[in-house]
């Protein structure tokens, strides 16, 4: 008589909870789990098991950039939202932002539609119906988080649209807040109106947001940038001592005075922006950008004349060195300032969206 071989699922039910857990928290969790419960009927059991969907991991799921809609109200994304966990519901936060974008879209079109007459040519007609069509789907896959608008006796939903962008507002990145800035606003402009009250706080807090996130990345790199040609001219300096020679990294004081102006100006452009003098289009700041140009100034030689053009003032490899060094503790204080600003804005935008949806 054969013995029968044993297999995973023959495990003993907590060691089995123990190993999806594991798997549903490991850095791809949540199509790892998914393809682990398609497997066996053993392993579906633990679908709907709390403590597996509160861990999973969500972190390497990226919205697409074309997400037409919001996911399956019966998937995993809105099973493990509704058991607690915050990567899913920060996820669920982005699409229904994106959602809301295209509702707002279909409902300025089905409204202008139901104002105007148009023709009764078939690309007319065809148009007339794909809106109709469009506004239907997205308004049908939002009405599970809209208080408002649920018809009893459709019990409330346990995470209602402002409960999810509280969420985002709260947890959202610098690139994050970036991508969704027009979301956002188009969130803001459906739930609370363009002339609601709050609606220009919460507008300038986004927009700062994005201005200081992008200004504190943008120096973080700087800074970085700063440290390398540091570490390059002193390395440079010190080959050149070495050699007996004249030569290295050099700066020509010219073109640094030309760099100071053009970062400058993009500085008082950023302080327009944040003052509503100038509009903002959520366009990189690209202060870093600037600053790479600089430091392409910076040329590598193997000899240097003494004879150097009046008419040109060249600093020695110590002298870059100084430079970049004051040049790194500006960046990084300026970095430092930005993203505290940056926090600054959130907190007002929480406040101004709590007093909105209490």
């Not at 798997?23 to 790892?32: C, E, F, L, Q």
């Not at 239907?136 to 009893?152: A, E, G, K, Q, Y």
């Amino acid at each position: 008589m054969k013995r029968r071989l044993l297999t995973i699922t023959d495990l003993h039910f907590d060691v089995l909870k123990l190993i999806i857990v594991l798997v549903a928290s490991s850095s791809n969790g949540a199509a790892d789990l998914a393809r682990t419960l398609s497997v066996s009927r053993v392993f579906m059991e633990f679908a709907g098991d709390r403590d597996i969907l509160r861990v999973v991991v969500f972190d390497n799921l990226k919205l697409p950039k074309r997400f037409q809609s919001l996911p399956n109200v019966k998937g995993l994304i809105h099973s493990c939202a509704h058991a607690g966990n915050v990567s899913a519901q920060y996820l669920l936060a982005k699409a229904l932002l994106v959602s809301t974008s295209r509702l707002l879209s279909r409902e300025k079109e089905y409204a202008w539609l139901q104002a105007v007459s148009i023709c009764l040519c078939a690309d007319c007609r065809a148009y007339s119906r794909w809106v109709a069509e469009e506004y239907t789907s997205v308004s049908s896959s939002m009405v599970h988080f809209l208080c408002s608008r649920v018809i009893p006796p459709v019990p409330p939903p346990s995470l209602p649209h402002f409960t999810l962008v509280r969420l985002f507002l709260e947890k959202c990145s610098n690139d994050d807040i970036l991508k969704m800035r027009l979301h956002l606003n188009h969130y803001f402009e459906y739930f609370v109106g363009l002339g609601g009250a709050g609606y220009l706080v919460l507008y300038n807090c986004i927009k700062k947001m994005c201005i200081y996130g992008d200004a504190g990345q943008c120096f973080e790199r700087m800074t970085k940038s700063c440290m390398e040609m540091k570490a390059k001219a002193e390395s440079s300096a010190k080959s050149s001592e070495e050699e007996g020679t004249k030569g290295g990294i050099i700066a020509v004081h010219s073109r640094m005075i030309e760099w100071s102006r053009q970062c400058s100006k993009r500085q008082r452009e950023m302080e327009s922006m944040l003052r509503g003098r100038r509009e903002y289009d959520g366009e990189p700041l690209e202060f870093d950008k600037i600053f790479a140009d600089l430091t392409k100034e910076f040329e590598t030689t193997t000899l240097l004349k003494e004879e150097c053009p009046d008419h040109i003032w060249y600093k020695s490899p110590h002298a870059v060195a100084t430079i970049f060094t004051r040049l790194g503790a500006m960046f990084k204080e300026n970095s430092s300032i930005s993203f505290k600003n940056f926090e600054i804005n959130r907190g007002f935008a929480m406040s101004m969206f709590d007093q909105l949806f209490p």
